[in-house]
């Protein structure tokens, strides 16, 4: 065969082109739009296609040999695992933070929020001033919406304190309450890592550290805060941490696998030449992506999500998503998008689970 096609799998699942690239955006992540997937417009997944090809060399030079390959289902029932996750940035805003934030909405509306009407802009300053339920704490309806499915889901909570950048308080009554009730009922609490921690060990170390003596056990799972990281920084801080998994692989301008691979798997440390003890689920559909960087109304942002769940579904893979606390004042339609996600899992014979349960389903298999 004339094509390497084990090279040049090996080139996107060791992210090769961010070792030497050396552009990065305003946040110091690497670019979508200088990958070598943008360039080609890739549809599909690259590296899926390679293990296809693999497994079809493998059934034909083992024709009577050896039993058929092929990729099993996940713990011998599920079609595909959706990985839920959610990133808990904020859950309130004070009065005053609320009027500031109203009035920039309603007069000087972010790119992404432009093509949000005015009608429901104005609906949403008054509801974040005057309503008695807070429009920033949502988590709590989706926490339900998972358990009516019967699916378990990842809340990645920040413990920077607030000279790290977080916005809450891990003390927070309100926010203890939910993350009892999150692992009284299975779910998982991780780490969300602070803007700077994925590029400094002791800083991440330590949010570690307090994440665990605020939720009593050790978080084993772990997004960073704007999916901030570089490949070659980050990656060995969190294998020095104490990882079992991360999250924060993926473009935050871009849907899609960053590393054109629809399963979990072990990155490559290009400085010891081995995998790194940590196993990636790459983001790969992020709600502020589509709405904010995208501009996507939410019908859009639907067939986009319901393309990538039909393709992986198709190939028993596995799915991350990331959802936050949108409120429908700001990018209308998109909290209701992700009960429609839940139902269409359920009904095309997949599962959702936190990234701890696919972790460990995928270390057990």
Known sequence: MPYD?????????SCWEETVIPDRDQHGRFPYARSLAAQLNLSENIVDLYLDLFISLLNLAGKGRWPHVEIPMWDGRFQFVACLTHDIDEISKSRLSRLKFAWDHLVHPE??????????RAQFALATLFGRRDPYWSYPALAEAERRFGFTASYFLQSAGRNGGTRYSLSDPRLRHFVTELLRDGFEVGLHGSYAAGFDAVRFAREKAALAAAIDEEPIGHRQHYLRMDYATTF??????GLQYDATLG????????NQFSYPYHPYNHQENRPFKFLELPTVIMDVTLAGYRQMPAEHAWQVIRSWLEKVSGRRGCITLLWHNIWDGVYPGYFNLYPRVLSWVRDHDGIGLSGRDVYRLWMAR
């Open 5 to 13: 096609f084990l090279m040049s799998a090996f080139y996107f699942l």
């Open 236 to 241: 060995p801080i969190y294998e020095q941490a």
């Open 251 to 258: 473009y935050a301008e871009h849907e899609g696998y960053r």
């Open 111 to 120: 790119a992404g929020h432009q093509r949000t009407p005015i009608s429901a």
